[in-house]
Nanobody, 118 residues
Framework: QLQLVESGGGLVQAGGSLRLSCAAS????????MGWYRQAPGKQRELVAR???????NYADSVKGRFTISRDNAKNMVYLQMNSLKPEDTAAYYC????????????WGQGTQVTVSS
């Protein structure tokens, strides 16, 4: 089993910055990709950014150039630096981890709220 705990959400004005952190514990040796998803009220959960164990990244078009995902394998942490935040970035942000075993469902954290005021 793997546990993911997010932190760092909050209320920020448009144009501001926040840094989200996700701490992984448990069966971390089987984890390949880690990432961040978000879900706004009334909308589906969507990918924000993800990073493989080797460091390859990909981002949603809406956050490219503003958000940066990073990973510290030694500390079992993944981060999301969010700059130039917009009101449309308001959502619950969830940490995600995918096992190297494709038969294992992805793991999710409990979520952290990010609210961007205009």
């Amino acid at each position: 089993q793997l546990q993911l705990v997010e932190s760092g959400g909050g209320l920020v004005q448009a144009g501001g910055s926040l840094r989200l952190s996700c701490a992984a514990s448990g069966s971390i040796f089987r984890i390949n990709t880690m990432g961040w998803y978000r879900q706004a009220p009334g909308k589906q959960r969507e990918l924000v950014a993800r990073v493989t164990k080797g460091g390859s990244t990909n981002y949603a078009d809406s956050v490219k150039g503003r958000f940066t995902i990073s990973r510290d394998n030694a500390k079992n942490m993944v981060y999301l630096q969010m700059n130039s935040l917009k009101p449309e970035d308001t959502a619950a942000y969830y940490c995600n981890a995918e096992s190297t075993n494709l038969l294992v469902p992805p793991y999710w954290g409990q979520g952290t709220q990010v609210t961007v005021s205009s």
